[in-house]
């Protein structure tokens, strides 16, 4: 694996309480489409092709169910999505708790989004904006609302933000290093752990 390579892979984790749209969310930034009904409590693997600034980038999406997530998928990510839902305050909570985790494992070497869902359900909020605001204050986080189900376009700007943003730690860091495993191995070896089936898209 080369530099430019080393550059252009970035791994990411999707994490949040159960029935907080992750893979929806997934879904919808992959293929513009919205599907609303998945198999609950599977981990799926994606692998995606971003053109920003000119650069090729190579995507590796790890969907996480809510119990199955490791440390290891932690240290392994470049950036970590975690979702709650405005319509289920528990969720805000479980959204803390990993930010928590994430904090402990990674130390702030992540780009963290925090992303509330189901914004089509305004009008049944149990969770405010500002709150979800200051969570993401909290842990250093890039706070979006947005709703998979009514426009993909929000969407598609939350994911394309992470990206820049990962790219830009990685040149500022000065992480461009050739290291014995390549990240596509590593995140094999993660897959493995996990009993999931995999999608390309």
Known sequence: MGVIDSVNNFRVVILGAHQTGKTALVVRYLTGRFIGDYASGMDTAYQHQEEIANQQVSLQILDTSEKKYS????????????????????????????????????????????????????????????????????????????????????????????????????????????TGKSPTMVFRKLLNKYEKRSSTI
């Open 71 to 178: 440390k290891a998928a932690l240290a392994w990510a470049d950036g970590v999505i975690v979702t709650y839902s405005i319509v289920d305050r528990s969720s805000l909570q479980k959204a803390k708790e990993i930010l928590e985790e994430v904090e402990k494992i990674n130390n702030r070497k992540v780009i963290l989004f925090l992303v509330a869902t189901k914004a089509e359900l305004n009008q049944y909020r149990t969770v405010l904006r500002y709150e979800g605001e200051l969570l993401a204050r909290e842990y250093g986080a890039t706070h979006f609302e947005l709703s998979s189900f009514l426009d993909y376009k929000p969407v598609k700007r939350a994911f394309i933000k992470l990206v820049r943003k990962m790219m830009d730690r990685r040149i500022k860091n000065d992480k461009i290093v050739v």
